[in-house]
């Protein structure tokens, strides 16, 4: 899917063509009262096409009623087109993906022998074997190995991406390519849910629902419809006692005008295009409830590693404490590594290499592996002579030794401090009772991070950065990073806390990270972005799953999800403003005959009653085609404060709204006095 395609192309239009006629049946009409109301004015007209005296006798001439009827039948057909125009995209998307979709061989381990099979035969917990050149069967995470995988079917990048067991880069998706090397992958969904099944029915539209704001907008809308049809209805009783007889087709042409046609035809599809343009930037959005909430975020808490920082920390130096040579603390850390299967633990055993240190890979045969997790912030071996070997959070391993009757040594602090002032990460490594030192793990902040928070600011957006470094490390990078607060030593309910206290106040919040750690935290967040690079925990819990991996496209989310609002506010406001004019143009030419004096309400000085009915009417048909680029496209974003923006938006579509039509009708008019 590349985001920058063409956001109209010669079949989607075609097609949509098509769609628009296909839709005119009434059962789907029915779901969209507003334009529901013009069609079956368009039926009624019809009818008097064909039999004027249908409905009683008539003195209006057969053309008028032709010319109503096909006027209330293009306006039903653009709006129909709107909506099949923003639908077509995404099932254009989708075709695309659904050929990405294959059914392919795969090798299957049971009891560490291979068995041949179709992809379609595998199931959740199965493990597959996927080597150079393969096509990987299914969704599923790697659990032995590192491999590079070409992605470019969903994300459309050509660059391949390393996948490895053990980290937050272990999730891999099913139809993309192994380009080297071999991995070993654990199956995590059935045939049919799949991560690409799910792309797929969501781009097209498949299981889109309604946002509450479309739903209480439409409510109104709709409720506005039956006023002006209760007023049109009773129309004709306060026509007789002025002696005025309204025809069906003058009082039709009336009701079509007052009602929010406008905003009804293009509901829908600002609905649609708003999704789809979260889509144009490789951003799957589960919902339209998450685009909407995404406009208006007041908090985004952000992983720091893999998000701020580029995430790959790799041991850069040792850094040993008094009593201990260097050499030492370089062995009892390649030890500690030995079947640690972390970016970090393996850039450890690289730097032993480089140092000519290597640790004796049999100590860790039969040993008790000690896995890291949030909670205790270590890793490690028991080996099986009874020795514990602990690497992890210095704080963490300082209570460790603490609790076994061990001394920490008066340097440990500053040495931690001094790559904790760097922007690094410090590791602590310890043997039982004894401390030996602190490994030098270096990340970097990712160019143009400052710039970006910058831009959050701006929009009024507090960025807070969770981290589980020690306080100084995260000082460091959240100062060079630019955001606003930041939490260290954090721990996966601290993340859930801090979203809850911001919700807690009445601010939206939205979360993005990778791992299985985040998971809890992107679950509770108002707005949920996971790196479809991250793990499959993230990606279940997220409402948003951004394909390219890159943390810093909330900015494009964000600002989509805003322009989503401000264009539905932006059209709403010129539905409404565009009806005053039309009041002006319709209202006087029904009761002038009758009512002298309200010939001074004809301020547009229209040519005939039958004129001025159809130059309304043909300008509240034309209108819809013409907002369709903007519905589909969006009202431009900027960074400004609510004030502003509110009063940009009445100035531009509220008075645009009222002078356009004037303009317009008046126009129609002439033209139609030169055809007559």
Same mark, same amino acid.
């Given at each position: 899917?590349?985001?920058?395609?063409?956001?109209?192309?010669?079949?989607?239009?075609?097609?949509?063509?098509?769609?628009?006629?296909?839709?005119?049946?009434?059962?789907?009409?029915?779901?969209?009262?507003?334009?529901?109301?013009?069609?079956?004015?368009?039926?009624?007209?019809?009818?008097?096409?064909?039999?004027?005296?249908?409905?009683? /006798?008539?003195?209006?001439?057969?053309?008028?009623?032709?010319?109503?009827?096909?006027?209330?039948?293009?306006?039903?057909?653009?709006?129909?087109?709107?909506?099949?125009?923003?639908?077509?995209?995404?099932?254009?998307?989708?075709?695309?993906?659904?050929?990405?979709?294959?059914?392919?061989?795969?090798?299957?381990?049971?009891?560490?022998?291979?068995?041949?099979?179709?992809?379609?035969?595998?199931?959740?917990?199965?493990?597959?074997?996927?080597?150079?050149?393969?096509?990987? +069967?299914?969704?599923?995470?790697?659990?032995?190995?590192?491999?590079?995988?070409?992605?470019?079917?969903?994300?459309?990048?050509?660059?391949?991406?390393?996948?490895?067991?053990?980290?937050?880069?272990?999730?891999?998706?099913?139809?993309?390519?192994?380009?080297?090397?071999?991995?070993?992958?654990?199956?995590?969904?059935?045939?049919?849910?799949?991560?690409?099944?799910?792309?797929?029915?969501?781009?097209?539209?498949?299981?889109?629902?309604?946002?509450? @704001?479309?739903?209480?907008?439409?409510?109104?809308?709709?409720?506005?419809?039956? #006023?002006?049809?209760?007023?049109?209805?009773?129309?004709?009783?306060?026509?007789?006692?002025?002696?005025?007889?309204?025809?069906?087709?003058?009082?039709?042409?009336?009701?079509?005008?007052?009602? /929010?046609?406008?905003? !009804?035809?293009?509901?829908?599809?600002?609905?649609?295009?708003?999704?789809?343009?979260?889509?144009? *930037?490789?951003?799957?959005?589960?919902?339209?409830?998450?685009?909407?909430?995404?406009?208006?975020?007041?908090?985004?808490?952000?992983?720091?590693?893999?998000?701020?920082?580029?995430?790959?920390?790799?041991?850069?130096?040792?850094?040993?404490?008094?009593? %201990?040579?260097?050499?030492?603390?370089?062995?009892?850390?390649?030890?500690?590594?030995?079947?640690?299967?972390?970016?970090?633990?393996?850039?450890?055993? $690289?730097?032993?290499?480089?140092?000519?240190?290597?640790?004796?890979?049999?100590?860790?045969?039969?040993?008790?592996?000690?896995? *890291?997790?949030?909670?205790?912030?270590?890793?490690?071996?028991?080996?099986?002579? !009874?020795?514990?070997?602990?690497?992890?959070?210095?704080?963490?391993?300082?209570?460790? %030794?603490?609790?076994?009757?061990?001394?920490? +040594?008066? @340097?440990?602090?500053? @040495?931690?401090?001094?790559?904790?002032?760097?922007?690094?990460?410090?590791?602590?490594?310890?043997?039982?009772?004894?401390?030996?030192?602190?490994?030098?793990?270096?990340?970097?902040?990712?160019?143009?991070?400052?710039?970006?928070?910058?831009?959050?600011?701006?929009?009024?957006?507090?960025?807070?950065?969770?981290? !589980?470094? @020690? +306080?100084?490390?995260?000082?460091? #990078?959240?100062?060079?990073?630019?955001?606003?607060?930041?939490?260290?030593?954090?721990?996966?309910?601290?993340?859930?806390?801090?979203?809850?206290? $911001?919700?807690?106040?009445?601010?939206?919040?939205?979360?993005?990270?990778?791992?299985?750690?985040?998971?809890?935290?992107?679950?509770?967040?108002?707005?949920?972005?996971?790196?479809?690079?991250?793990?499959?925990?993230?990606?279940?819990?997220?409402?948003?799953?951004?394909?390219?991996?890159?943390?810093?496209?909330?900015?494009?989310?964000?600002?989509?999800?805003?322009?989503?609002?401000?264009?539905?506010?932006?059209?709403?406001?010129?539905?409404?403003?565009?009806?005053?004019?039309?009041?002006?143009?319709?209202?006087?030419?029904?009761?002038?005959?009758?009512? +002298?004096?309200?010939?001074?309400?004809?301020?547009?000085?229209?040519?005939?009653?039958?004129?001025?009915?159809?130059?309304?009417?043909?300008?509240?048909?034309?209108?819809?085609?013409?907002?369709?680029?903007?519905?589909?496209?969006?009202?431009?974003?900027?960074?400004?404060?609510?004030?502003?923006?509110?009063?940009?938006?009445?100035?531009?579509?509220?008075?645009?709204?009222?002078?356009?039509?004037?303009?317009?009708?008046?126009?129609?008019?002439?033209?139609?006095?030169?055809? %007559?």
């Amino acid at each position: 899917m590349n985001g920058r395609q063409s956001m109209i192309s010669g079949p989607i239009v075609r097609n949509a063509l098509k769609d628009s006629f296909v839709k005119l049946d009434p059962r789907l009409m029915i779901k969209n009262p507003i334009m529901f109301v013009v069609e079956i004015g368009f039926l009624i007209t019809l009818v008097l096409v064909f039999v004027p005296n249908a409905f009683g /006798p008539s003195q209006v001439e057969r053309w008028f009623n032709v010319v109503v009827a096909l006027i209330l039948f293009v306006t039903i057909l653009f709006a129909n087109f709107a909506e099949a125009l923003a639908e077509g995209r995404g099932k254009a998307q989708a075709d695309s993906l659904k050929k990405t979709k294959k059914d392919v061989a795969a090798k299957k381990l049971v009891n560490n022998k291979v068995q041949h099979l179709s992809s379609v035969e595998l199931r959740k917990g199965d493990i597959v074997m996927v080597d150079q050149g393969e096509l990987i +069967p299914g969704d599923g995470e790697v659990i032995e190995g590192l491999a590079s995988v070409d992605e470019s079917a969903i994300t459309g990048e050509s660059a391949p991406v390393l996948k490895e067991a053990g980290g937050d880069f272990s999730s891999v998706t099913g139809g993309t390519r192994v380009v080297s090397d071999s991995i070993k992958v654990r199956i995590t969904s059935d045939p049919g849910e799949s991560f690409l099944d799910r792309m797929i029915s969501l781009v097209e539209g498949a299981k889109r629902q309604k946002t509450p @704001n479309e739903i209480a907008l439409n409510t109104v809308l709709t409720s506005l419809t039956l #006023i002006f049809l209760i007023v049109v209805v009773t129309l004709p009783y306060f026509g007789a006692y002025l002696g005025v007889k309204l025809e069906i087709p003058v009082l039709i042409a009336l009701l079509v005008c007052l009602i /929010p046609t406008t905003i !009804g035809g293009l509901l829908s599809a600002i609905g649609i295009a708003g999704m789809d343009r979260v889509t144009q *930037f490789n951003v799957l959005a589960m919902s339209g409830k998450a685009v909407e909430a995404a406009g208006d975020i007041n908090t985004i808490i952000l992983d720091k590693t893999g998000t701020i920082t580029y995430g790959n920390r790799m041991a850069s130096d040792f850094l040993e404490v008094e009593g %201990v040579t260097k050499n030492e603390l370089a062995l009892w850390a390649a030890i500690s590594s030995l079947r640690d299967e972390t970016p970090e633990g393996r850039s450890v055993l $690289e730097l032993n290499k480089k140092l000519g240190i290597e640790a004796d890979g049999s100590l860790a045969v039969g040993a008790g592996i000690i896995e *890291f997790t949030a909670e205790t912030r270590m890793s490690g071996l028991d080996l099986k002579d !009874g020795r514990k070997v602990r690497k992890g959070a210095v704080d963490a391993v300082r209570k460790w %030794v603490e609790e076994q009757g061990g001394f920490i +040594p008066a @340097n440990l602090k500053s @040495n931690a401090d001094a790559v904790a002032s760097q922007g690094g990460t410090p590791l602590a490594v310890a043997v039982d009772q004894k401390l030996y030192g602190i490994i030098y793990l270096k990340d970097t902040v990712k160019p143009g991070m400052r710039e970006r928070f910058e831009q959050m600011r701006q929009m009024g957006i507090k960025t807070v950065m969770c981290t !589980g470094d @020690n +306080p100084l490390t995260a000082a460091t #990078i959240a100062k060079e990073a630019g955001v606003d607060d930041f939490i260290a030593e954090s721990k996966p309910e601290d993340k859930i806390a801090v979203i809850r206290r $911001e919700q807690a106040e009445g601010k939206l919040v939205a979360m993005t990270g990778d791992g299985t750690n985040d998971a809890p935290a992107l679950a509770q967040a108002d707005v949920g972005i996971a790196m479809n690079s991250g793990t499959v925990a993230a990606k279940e819990a997220a409402n948003m799953v951004d394909l390219d991996s890159d943390p810093s496209k909330i900015i494009e989310v964000v600002s989509i999800g805003k322009q989503l609002l401000m264009t539905r506010g932006a059209l709403t406001t010129f539905s409404i403003a565009n009806d005053i004019a039309k009041y002006f143009a319709i209202i006087p030419a029904m009761f002038m005959l009758a009512i +002298p004096q309200m010939q001074a309400l004809n301020v547009m000085n229209l040519a005939s009653p039958e004129s001025a009915i159809l130059s309304a009417l043909i300008f509240n048909a034309v209108i819809i085609p013409l907002l369709i680029p903007l519905a589909m496209k969006g009202v431009a974003y900027k960074p400004m404060s609510s004030s502003r923006l509110l009063s940009r938006n009445v100035l531009v579509y509220g008075l645009g709204g009222v002078i356009l039509p004037f303009i317009g009708i008046k126009l129609i008019d002439m033209i139609l006095q030169l055809w %007559v």
